[in-house]
């Protein structure tokens, strides 16, 4: 940790240092991740890319705080991530990440809006603040009309909307999605593209994952993932 | 995150699941209930039969006739001699039986009682004084025929609670007043003790009294008896008057076989011996089937709560992924589980005490005993409260990601 307190605004996002993963032990060990190295700068928009298996949802998931690393190291906005209890992790998942999935994972037979003010819950947010911040962070996804419908009543595109305000509402550093256009068709991932395109442009950092080079033609920056291993690709921005 | 919100999400999530929190309650409601309306209809009869052996007299000996090889009461065959006044007389005398303190012989009637315009059929009981400490039968007002009523042969009755009631109007007490029995008319000296449903094998309230001697000459004749009522002069001396009443009886009825005789003794110790066995069986019994109910219900409850455990660890994976402290993880299930147990506790608990005042034939009622109510409410409460939290408590040892990843 050298210099990265000098200027907050200097410090990335993400710093991860020849980071590993191993799924099991012994024969049916599997490797994931093998000494990944990434760093992502405040704003950026990064795509990761890869064959399946080769160890995406791994890396996100570690960005994300839902996994641990089997070796090396995690700088969230410059704090080692192995240095927290899970209290600490709560807090950072909670205030930092906004975390989408490919599948949807709303809170079954619970309203748009329940799902979205969540977080705004954990974070110990005031009742009418949550009220206004949830609306908001609805409206942007285009459902505030919306809001008190159950998941199983609102169509594949509009959940994962919904699921994407949820991860925006308490306004997250860092945005990470696992293939989230990965179960939606083209019109559904045109929407969820274009909000994501919009988040960037305010000055979100973005880390996507997709297999569709279109999607990736969006971000700033392409990371190919390998058979666990990361390679930059740059210059497929348009 | 407050207190508050940790009840909210818990009952919104008991809301957004009802079918699963019905479900889970069922089970609570059902064990409960079970257990409390079993041991109360068990608590019940136990005290039903306790009435029952104090409706017969403290130390007295009941002597009836019975078919050699038969059963008690039941009609004397050919072979065998009915009890007569005879027998009573013998019975009585201090030389042969110096353990009895008193001999009463019983004649008994199923008769029409009339008085004004209302008329029933009771059982009428004719006796001698000795009758009423030999049954444990009280006055309650007025009195009893007396020695002199009896060799008078006076028309006198001593008349039940409810014969009372019926003929003259409910809590009367028709004393000098006149019941007609079978068109006889008897003057009602006395009326007795209501002693409920629970005395004796006949509802003694629905019974007239009068003096063996009355009931002889105008309903049934001198003939036989229908039983002896006779009272040891201790409960200490209660098993030597027995074998005195056998060696009296064996010579009177000519027995020399003591397995083939022609009446049967039932002392009051006896009957209470016996009635207690069965009654111990049968209490053992319904503890046995109220326990397996706890069981199911038990069983019931576990397993929608373990059914439920997926979804609910999936659940927990996202709310641990949006950021939820392991302190409101286990808050909200703890929360859950606990309104649904208690909830079900206290459904369980009015239905079973509610089902307690059901009206039972034979007038004896399910008596709810408070161990058992505690007893069934804690057990299922702790397994409601145990299964509930257990998806969380399993959960919150899991990375979110773990959570998520069950299928
Ligand atoms: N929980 C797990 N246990 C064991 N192996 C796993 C687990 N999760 C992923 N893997 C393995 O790790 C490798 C990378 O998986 P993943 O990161 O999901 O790949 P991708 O998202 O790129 O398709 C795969 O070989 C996969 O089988
Ligand atoms: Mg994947």
Redesign the interface.
Known sequence: MTVRDVGRRDVPVLDVRSMSKVYGAGDTAVHALREVDLLVRRGEYVAVIGQSGSGKSTLL?IL?????PSAGNYYLEGLDVADLD??QL??????QIG?V?QSF??????TAF?NVE??L????VSRRVRRERTLAALDVVGLAGRANHRPNELSGGQQQRVAVA?ALV?APALLLADEPTGNLDSASTEDVLDLLDGLHAAGRTIVLITHDDEVAARADRVVTVTDGRLTETSGLRR | MSFVEIVRFAVRALLANRLRSLLTMLGIVIGIAAVILLTALGNGAAQYIQSQISGLGANSITVLARAPGGTAGAAAGASSRPLTSGDAAALADPQGAPDVGYVAPVVQASLTVAAGANSETDTVIGSTPEYFPGSNTVVASGRAYDDADVSAGRPVAVIGRTVADDLFGAGSVPLGQTVLVKGVPLQVIGVLQAKGQGGGFANPDSNVLAPITTVQSSFTGFGNLTQIVVGARSSATQDAAESEIYSILDRRHGITDPNDRDYQLISSAQLAQVLDQTLSTFSLLLAGIAAISLLVGGIGITNIMLVSVTERTREIGIRKALGAPPSAILGQFLVESTILSVLAGLIGVGLGVAGTFIPLPNGFRAIVVPAAVVVAVVVSIVIGVFFGGYPARRAARLRPIEALRRE
């Open positions: 998931n994300g705080c839902l996994d641990a899970e209290r709560s807090v950072l998942r909670n205030r975390f999935f994972n709303l809170i079954p037979r619970t329940a969540l977080p819950v954990y974070a110990g949820r308490t």
